[in-house]
């Protein structure tokens, strides 16, 4: 803080020091600076200011009857209390500093409601909670504030405790007035300044002229001296300027022709410069604030009282005085470490939030590209969609007979010899597909194998697994996809030499089908690929794959039954003879045809004869997960090196499968939904039954029926595996693979759920398809009331969906619906991209909505026994009313003596009123 000096000698106006900012900003604005030139000397104020500045304080001061002090803030009296006030309370009391209230007119009156109601709103953080006891026994309604902007007691206002110091300060006589007065009623200072310059002192070196030096450049070297020279007569000849061709004069240009040399090369030597480009050093200082916060650390050694110098400081009013003044800052300081984070890095949070908003363009579905072939797909509806697992833009689609199961009777002849198909299309060609997949019947579910994309594995309506063999088509889908081959330009093409390989679609026969007698009895309405890392034996062992290939295979049917296939060949399988094939079948799979088995079946029943047809299948283990293989040995791997080295040598076989490994921690149990809308958790571990002492499966754990319908999705989130996500007739539910009710549930729809999908880059995003043709976007970190978008993306009831990341700026989203047409949507940058810890705050959500499942449970077990004891004593009391309950004769009986009752006593009415006469009976 500057001192203000005045020349005449008297006692400088010091304002004194606070840590407030906006007190420092009042007092900077009334405040002049004295800024000192090089030599030492200051420069005088302006008189005006000086004098306007000096009267308004002064004049204020001699009026209220204050003196100027320099050491610090002077002692208020006993009936005036220095208050702060915040920026936030001074806009609410209409006191803003240099606005509402100023130097000339520094007073205001506040209402005493006002001030309660403040404090019974804002409470600790009221700046009126240090005056609560004074304000509420004030005898009038009015209290006075001043307004102090040079902090003679401290702080930015003082506040008038009694009435009589309201009366001393409102009213002043004008007898203790000093001086003239001015127009305003303000008291003049007449004090004469004079200007004393300051004395020149002789310089004392305290060693900075050796920093200095340090800090110069100076030359290490000579320097390089280069003489031009021009002839005397050249000097002041004036220089014309005009234009010509360059081909008018000889050697007029030079021409800079490229090498013919196709390798030659021209390498530039290395040069070392220096070029000497730094700014001249400055120094320059202001007297002014640095406003922005530095690191400043101290090494110090703390000091200590001894005990008795504590305990005397521990007693002492002064030290418990001071504590209870700074105790209600102490309070407000530790509620803003509550709300606000004072350790939380604003540079690695910096534009975070941005994250959440964008423009109306980018909060949207966009459509991105369609598929529909006339031909092929006319008249039918899409039963399943599935991305190639290594070639971007690349989709498969599998086409089904949009009719009920009674217009299949009907046209049953028409419809056997329509082929089934599953077309493969890729961007390039959005007309026309790349390959047809044809099968004998239609595919209900397909999938690419994620190790090997040339085999496809597909379930039929009528039961049956099929497999294609694509790998003579692999080529096809690569040139495409790079945009390398197109269709052929038959305008400049001669007839009889089009390449019909690039206009025609090739169709692609089924390799291998399964045994008709061994296959499921109804639809396969899931098919998956088990993990690469696992294999199952027929006694539903896990054992660990070393060859890190998928060859097995899991369908769920509707015949209340989950089969496991092998697509290898067993043991003692001669191989395939190379023989005429017309059809250009591959024999990849010739082993498995028409003679295909399941390696394990596992029927799904209640017991009873209480069948569940499953509909969508789950196992907790998925493709890429591998954290429950162990850790590889390196000696292991040398030693199992050498056998196969050994075995080779010997002509004998390297491996065994005695050899293979236990996967331990690999779970025995499964999800499956069913047509009924129950979710169902399975084991298939093998355990003797008690009745006929055969090996059956456990069976059910336990069963839930969250949804009106059949459960067409059961996935797993890509982040929590834990986390699965069930769709069915018009609701979702959100479950925790550890408890056997659901964490959330949603209302009901308008419109029928049909297919559900996690987002592949947001933990807590998904999509719901309905049979209207909308989807929603649900965003539970959001909302989950609601979702976040609902947009319309087909006119008919969307039967398929799929997303897909293609890249980190890109993400495609396929959906189906029941007239065939594939539609593929962009996933905007607000719903693909994950804000700072979404994942973190997504799993702590559901952890709490775990907790709140497991303590509605366990109230619900505690209450049973209440529950059971209400229910007993009901039946007690029922039996009790109906034991004493008379029989029909005697109620038969009341009635009638009731009913001649009520006849007599209709009969005396009628007589007192005179509407009837009483029959006398006579005596003979």
């Not at 400088?12 to 407030?20: F, G, I, L, N, Y």
């Not at 069913?674 to 336990?702: A, F, M, P, R």
């Amino acid at each position: 803080m500057v001192e203000r000096k005045s020349p005449s000698g008297s006692k400088p106006v010091t304002p004194a020091k606070s840590t407030r900012k906006s007190s420092r900003q009042s007092s900077a604005k009334s405040n002049k600076t004295v800024v000192s030139n090089k030599s030492g000397s200051v420069a005088p104020p302006d008189p005006v200011e000086q004098s306007t500045e000096v009267e308004v304080k002064s004049g204020l001061r001699k009026a209220r009857g204050e003196e100027l002090e320099d050491n610090g803030p002077l002692e208020p009296a006993e009936d005036l209390k220095p208050i702060f006030f915040s920026t936030q309370t001074q806009g609410i009391f209409n006191l803003v500093t240099d606005q509402d209230v100023t130097i000339e007119e520094p007073f205001k009156l506040i209402s005493k409601s006002s001030i309660l109601g403040d404090m019974q709103h804002r409470a600790a953080v009221s700046d009126f909670s240090v005056v609560k006891d004074l304000v509420k026994n004030y005898p009038t309604d009015e209290l006075l504030l001043a307004y102090d902007p040079f902090f003679k007691y401290g702080e930015n206002f003082y506040l008038a405790m009694t009435e009589e110091a309201k009366e001393r300060i409102l009213y002043v006589p004008p007898e203790e007035q000093e001086g003239e007065l001015g127009e305003d009623g303000v008291p003049i200072d007449t004090t004469v300044y004079e200007y004393k310059p300051p004395e020149s002192k002789p310089w004392e070196s305290l060693g900075s002229e050796v920093e200095v030096e340090d800090l110069s450049v100076s030359n290490n070297r000579s320097l390089i001296v280069q003489k031009l020279t021009r002839k005397r007569r050249m000097f002041g000849v004036p220089v014309q300027f005009k234009d010509r061709s360059a081909t008018a004069a000889r050697d007029a240009y030079q021409e800079c022709v490229a090498p013919a040399d196709k390798k030659f090369e021209l390498v530039r030597k290395e040069v070392e410069t220096g070029v000497q480009a730094v700014k001249s050093y400055e120094c320059r200082d202001a007297q002014t604030q640095w406003p922005h916060p530095t690191n400043a650390t101290t090494q110090y050694v703390p000091r200590e009282f001894d005990p008795e110098t504590k305990a005397e400081l521990a007693a002492s009013a002064e030290v418990a005085a001071a504590a209870e003044a700074a105790a209600p800052r102490f309070d407000l300081t530790l509620q803003h470490n509550e709300v606000i984070n004072p350790f939380v890095d604003d540079w690695t949070e910096l534009a975070v939030e941005e994250k959440t908003f964008g423009n109306k363009s980018d909060s949207y579905l966009k459509e991105y590209q369609s598929f529909t072939d006339l031909k092929n797909s006319k008249n039918k509806t899409v039963t399943c969609v599935d991305w190639h697992p290594q070639l971007k833009g690349v989709v498969g689609v599998s086409y089904g007979e949009r009719c009920t199961f009674d217009d299949r009777m009907e046209n049953l002849s028409k419809i056997q010899i329509t082929p089934s198909l599953i077309l493969i299309w890729s961007f390039a060609d959005p007309i026309q597909p790349q390959l047809i997949l044809e099968a004998p019947d239609d595919i209900a579910s397909f999938k690419f194998c994620p190790t090997d994309p040339n085999t496809v594995a597909g379930g039929c309506i009528n039961g049956q697994v099929i497999l294609w063999d694509i790998a003579q088509h692999a080529d096809r889908l690569k040139k495409n996809k790079k945009g390398k081959v197109t269709k052929a330009n038959t305008m400049n093409t001669l007839p009889g030499y089009i390449d019909e390989s690039m206009v025609t679609t090739p169709v692609v026969q089924y390799c291998a089908v399964s045994s008709i007698e061994m296959s499921h009895k109804n639809w396969i309405t899931d098919l998956q690929w088990l993990p690469d890392h696992l294999e199952l034996t027929r006694q539903g062992q896990v054992f660990e794959s070393r060859k890190k290939q998928c060859h097995q295979i899991v369908t769920a049917g509707c015949d209340a039954q989950v089969m496991f296939w092998d697509i290898r060949a067993p043991k003692g399988t001669p191989a395939p003879k190379k023989q005429e094939n017309p059809m250009r079948v591959p024999n990849t799979f010739k082993h498995l045809d028409l003679t295909w088995k399941p390696l394990m079946r596992i029927p799904i029943s209640m017991g009873e004869g209480q069948d569940l047809s499953p509909y969508t299948f789950n196992y907790a283990l998925t493709q890429g997960d591998r954290s429950l293989l162990p850790k590889p040995d390196p000696e292991e791997e040398r030693l199992e090196e050498e056998r196969k080295q050994q075995a080779e040598a010997l002509g004998l076989r390297p491996s065994s499968p005695k050899e293979k490994k236990v996967l331990e921690g690999a779970p025995c149990t499964y999800f499956v939904g069913s047509e009924d809308g129950q979710l169902i958790l399975l084991d298939w571990t093998l355990e003797k039954d008690t009745d006929s002492g055969k090996l059956v499966n456990k069976g059910v754990v336990w069963l839930s029926s969250p949804h009106d319908g059949p459960v067409k999705t059961l996935i797993r989130s890509p982040f929590l595996k834990n986390i699965l996500l069930s769709i069915g007739g018009w609701n979702w539910c959100l479950w925790d693979e550890s408890t056997s009710s659901p964490l959330l549930v949603s209302k009901s729809h308008d419109s029928q759920l049909t297919c559900g999908q996690w987002s592949p880059t947001r933990p807590a995003v998904f999509f719901v398809s309905k049979s209207d043709g909308s989807v929603d976007v649900w965003d539970l970190l959001d909302k989950t009331s609601d979702p976040v978008l609902t947009q319309s993306v087909s006119p008919h009831a969307i039967t398929k969906m799929y997303p897909q990341r293609i890249s980190s700026k890109q993400q495609l989203l396929s959906i189906g619906d029941s007239y065939g047409t594939l539609h593929v949507l962009e996933v905007p940058w607000v719903l693909r991209q994950a804000v700072s810890k979404e994942g973190q705050a997504f799993n702590s959500y559901l952890e709490r909505e775990k907790n709140r499942l497991e303590y509605m449970n366990t109230k619900r077990e505690a209450r049973l026994p209440e529950k059971r004891s209400r229910d007993a004593e009901a039946t007690r009391l029922r039996q009790a009313a109906a034991a004493e309950k008379p029989s029909e004769e005697d109620e038969r009986m009341k009635m009638d003596m009731e009913y001649q009752e009520y006849l007599a006593l209709e009969s005396k009415l009628q007589i007192d009123m005179g509407l009837k006469q009483e029959n006398l009976d006579l005596e003979v």
